[in-house]
């Protein structure tokens, strides 16, 4: 059974870094194909996809939040890592980790909300 | 890179059917995409992938009255004998080797 879980901090302030840990469990991110992303959605708005890991530690960015965004895995904890700098308030949103293997999300972590306020 | 893009809203009586729509980009349009049900308060649930043939590959659990299918550019989500729980938002997602996006997601209300 695959789950993923996000943690991190539920409030950071204006211009600090946000930190944010996937811990899943059910795979393995050295399996070729399986994929580890991170996806956004501020309150009553869509969803936004931010980063990917593959397997191989090759790593794909939103070309919008590119230079503002870190994605790192750690195979023995299992867990992946987002870093995302300078914070702002419109950055206020739920953060969700996914899992894919070859494609699509397959299956989405609970969510963590993240409020960015002074 | 792609663009998907879904009608904002949609509703359908209890018991009836409702057909969602996804429109693929014009260069994407052989894309496969992936439909998500968001319903409220909770994270998104993977229903299936949609090829651009028609075929699609639902996920664990997903009821059988949900379908797919595709048309050019187009790709649908088909949910027979409507239940209250069918009340969502659903999102379509694709995806390239670079890449993800979403839709604006479809809130479907059930009368």
């Known amino acids: 059974q695959i789950t993923l879980k996000e943690s991190g901090p539920t409030l950071v302030k204006p211009t600090q870094t946000l930190t944010l840990t996937c811990t899943f469990s059910?795979?393995?991110?050295?399996?070729?194909?399986?994929?580890v992303g991170w996806i956004r959605q501020p309150p009553g708005k869509a969803l936004e996809w931010l980063a990917l890991i593959y397997w191989d530690d090759d790593k794909r960015y939103s070309p919008s939040l590119k230079s503002r965004l870190t994605i790192t895995k750690d195979i023995s904890k299992p867990q992946v890592v987002l870093t995302m700098t300078n914070m702002d308030p419109v950055d206020t949103a739920t953060y969700y980790c996914?899992?894919?293997?070859?494609?699509?999300?397959?299956?989405w972590g609970q969510g963590t909300l993240v409020t960015v306020s002074s | 890179q792609p663009v998907l893009t879904q009608s904002s809203s949609a509703s359908a009586s209890l018991g009836s059917s409702v057909k969602l729509t996804c429109t693929l980009s014009r260069r994407h349009i052989n894309y496969i995409i992936a439909w998500h049900q968001q319903q409220p308060g909770k994270a998104p649930r993977y229903l299936m992938k949609?090829?651009?043939?028609?075929?699609?590959n639902k996920g664990s659990g997903v009821p059988d009255r949900f379908s797919g299918s595709s048309s050019g550019a187009a790709r649908y989500l088909t949910i027979s004998n409507l239940q209250s729980e069918d009340e969502a938002d659903y999102y379509c997602?694709?995806?390239?080797?670079?890449?993800?996006?979403f839709g604006g997601g479809t809130k479907l209300t059930v009368l």
């Open positions: 059910g795979f393995s991110l050295t399996t070729s194909g399986v994929v």
């Open positions: 997602e694709t995806w390239d080797s670079n890449t993800r996006v």
């Open positions: 949609l090829e651009d043939s028609g075929d699609y």
């Open positions: 996914a899992h894919s293997n070859r494609g699509g999300t397959e299956y």
